[in-house]
């Protein structure tokens, strides 16, 4: 089992930025990809950022340039740096780590204020 503790969410203004952390805890090793997805209310959850055991990152389209997704195996946490965020992109933050199978975390709320 992986456990999942996401940190650093909270309230910024539009064009503010926030740092997130995700730290990892339990059966660590052999964790491949690790991620971060969002959830605003009354909508999909959807994919952020992914970043593979090799560092690879992918990112959604409306985040490019602007969101970066990082890790730190040796700490076993997964950080998400958000710059210049909208209103828009108010929602629950969740952390998930791949380890044969999927795990979330519990999520951290951001409020973006305009």
């Known amino acids: 089992q992986v456990q999942l503790a996401e940190s650093g969410g909270g309230l910024v203004q539009a064009g503010g930025s926030l740092r997130l952390s995700c730290a990892a805890s339990g059966s660590v090793f052999g964790i491949t990809a690790m991620g971060w997805y969002r959830q605003a209310p009354g909508k999909e959850r959807e994919l952020v950022a992914t970043?593979?055991?090799?560092?690879?990152?992918n990112y959604a389209d409306s985040v490019k340039g602007r969101f970066t997704i990082s890790r730190d195996n040796a700490k076993n946490t997964l950080y998400l740096q958000m710059n210049s965020l909208k209103p828009e992109e108010q929602a629950v933050y969740y952390c998930t780590a791949q380890r044969k199978v999927q795990y979330w975390g519990q999520g951290t709320q951001v409020t973006v204020s305009s």
């Open positions: 970043i593979s055991s090799g560092a690879s990152t």
